[in-house]
């Protein structure tokens, strides 16, 4: 069992928004920044938001990643086909002294 | 622009160690503020952190598997390399290399990842 819990799928039609959530504790999400990774299986999984809300160059700003409380969530808008992938949260943890990542959710782009 | 690759035995048995390597190209291990960094994924399963060599060798380890893993760097070939001891079938995974960094105290983020190696552990 992952230390951040996220649903293990989630679905939309091309041009449409999706959101994606990670839950944490007061120990990791609650405390500490969010990242948000994409990860195609047989590929090098890709950084697409740091330190909450933040994209690195490169990424569209479809993406976006907010932070309440002890949970996170990642937007994609304007959905693509090129964007069904699974996606991964993680978190400092305070508790085990290192990051900690979410189960991961499959996006499939209907 | 620095990428990784994971280089190793794709095969290990029960009670052996399982030895891999991340090979650095396009910058230097020694520079910057960076972790080097082992991730791993078993089948079905989410991402789980290994540990990490920082720049200045320091080495952080998860406490979950701290007492059967050594990172460890070779600065002369740009690389640093992971061995896992006493290994089982739950180590089966897909293994990552990365680099990761911080700032502002926030959690640190792994960028760019090497395309990741599996490793079967089997009789």
């Known amino acids: 069992q992952s230390v951040l819990t996220q649903p293990p799928s989630a679905s939309g039609a091309p041009g449409q928004r999706v959101t994606i959530s990670c839950s944490g504790s007061?120990?990791?999400?609650?405390?500490?920044?969010v990242n948000w990774y994409q990860h195609l299986p047989g590929t090098a999984p890709r950084l697409l938001i740091y330190g909450d809300n933040k994209r690195p160059s490169g990424v569209p700003d479809r993406f976006s990643g907010s932070k309440s409380g002890t949970s996170a969530s990642l937007a994609i808008s304007g959905l693509q086909s090129e964007d069904e992938a699974d996606y991964y949260c993680a978190a400092w943890d305070d508790s085990l002294n290192g990051p900690v990542f979410g189960g991961g959710t499959k996006l499939t782009v209907l | 622009q620095v990428q990784l690759q994971e280089s190793g035995p794709g095969l290990v048995k029960p009670s052996q160690t399982l030895s891999l390597t991340c090979t650095v190209s396009g910058g230097s291990i020694t520079s910057g503020d960076y972790y080097w960094s082992w991730i791993r994924q078993p089948p079905g399963k989410g991402l789980e952190w290994i540990g990490y060599i920082y720049h200045s060798g320091r080495i952080y380890y998860n406490p979950s598997l701290k007492s059967r893993v050594t990172i460890s760097s070779d600065t002369s070939k740009n690389q640093f390399s992971l061995k896992v001891n006493s290994v089982t079938a739950a180590d089966t995974a897909v293994y990552f290399c990365?680099?990761?960094?911080?700032?502002?105290?926030?959690?640190?983020?792994?960028?760019?990842w090497g395309q990741g190696t599996l490793v079967t552990v089997s009789s």
């Open positions: 990365a680099r990761g960094r911080s700032s502002n105290g926030w959690t640190p983020w792994f960028d760019p």
């Open positions: 007061g120990s990791n999400i609650g405390r500490e920044s």
